[in-house]
């Protein structure tokens, strides 16, 4: 089959990968170049990295729908796959290939339609995720299932580790819906809608943590926002970001939200909430590293009775 695969980052690259290893891609299509960071250096999407490192031919549009639609006609592919793209495709575009557009997402749907479906699974407190094939339609990841593959998430796990995990398994996921398609053996079954939930984009503003909560919603929150943006609080003045935080609640009385109730070396940094005490495990102030709470608070005193 004639494949033309759709992404840009780390997660596409990934399914790329173990899709190129069983069935051939003959191109790859992924946004233009982009400035990145202070410096404005430019840099290509990690999706054109693997690719060219695979010596897949690469396509960059900014709208492929509007700019690249005759080079994709020319190719004339079986199938279209998409993971982590970031572009809508329209109605022509969709009718290019044979079979059809078949997308990688990153959740069970109908659950967690949209753009940050694996943050918002841990950020929400869910016991499972998994990737689902579903053919491409114009409303947003509404299209029929091809296949899904559920997994659960991991004591602990953070949204970057679970990324990772999906990623391998949106790879394989692919490889069986390709040979559904290649054998004639694909069926299609409609999503219900009275189950579909919508998540939208992460910003950076996201990541401010709110401490009135219980402490398994801000463990949740803190592995959901790592590793970007981080989960993060204000400290003498300063940011201050929380990777790990362990519930310690039965060696403290309860206290306002966000009140640090120790802070030394031995305890490490302790702050109450809703309904008990976490200690900040591993932080990041800003300018340094990362480092364990005992390791800060050697070079960073905190008051105890201070607000975060």
């Known amino acids: 089959m004639k494949i033309v695969f759709m992404g840009t980052p780390d997660f596409s690259a990934i399914v790329l990968e173990k899709l190129h290893q069983k069935y051939p891609v003959c191109a790859v299509c992924t946004g233009t170049d982009k400035q990145i960071g202070r410096g404005h250096k430019t840099l290509p999407s990690p999706l054109k990295v693997e690719a060219q490192k695979l010596g897949i031919p690469v396509l960059q549009f900014d709208k492929v729908s509007r700019d690249g639609l005759e080079s994709l006609k020319a190719i004339a592919p079986d199938v279209i796959v998409t993971a982590a793209f970031g572009q809508i495709l329209s109605e022509a575009l969709l009718e290019v290939p044979k079979f059809g557009v078949l997308n990688v997402h990153a959740s069970l749907l109908p659950k967690y339609r949209g753009a940050s479906p694996i943050q918002w699974a841990i950020l929400n407190g869910e016991r499972e995720s998994g990737v689902t094939i579903m053919r491409t339609v114009k409303a ?9 593959k559920r997994t659960d998430i991991r004591e602990g ?5 679970l990324f990772e995990r999906l990623a391998l398994l949106g790879g394989e996921a692919i490889v069986e819906a390709m040979g559904l398609v290649e054998s004639g053996n694909a069926t299609f079954t409609a999503q219900d809608e009275s189950e579909a939930t919508h998540c939208g984009m992460i910003t950076k503003a996201d990541g401010r943590i709110d401490f009135d909560v219980t402490v398994r919603k801000l463990d949740c929150f803190v592995r959901g926002m790592d590793p970007w943006p981080s989960a993060y609080t204000s400290l003498n003045g300063k940011l201050l970001k929380v990777f790990a935080v362990e519930d310690v609640s039965e060696s403290y009385r309860t206290a306002m939200s966000g009140t640090v109730l120790a802070a030394d070396d031995r305890r490490g940094l302790v702050v109450a ?3 008990g005490a976490v200690r900040l495990r ?6 340094s590293r990362r480092m364990s709470d005992s390791d800060f608070l050697r070079g960073n005193p905190v008051a105890i009775g201070s607000i975060l």
């Open 282 to 287: 591993e932080v990041q102030a800003e300018g």
């Open 140 to 148: 947003v990841d509404a299209g029929d299932i091809l296949l899904a």
């Open 273 to 275: 909430v809703k309904d």
């Open 157 to 161: 796990e953070t949204a970057g580790e």
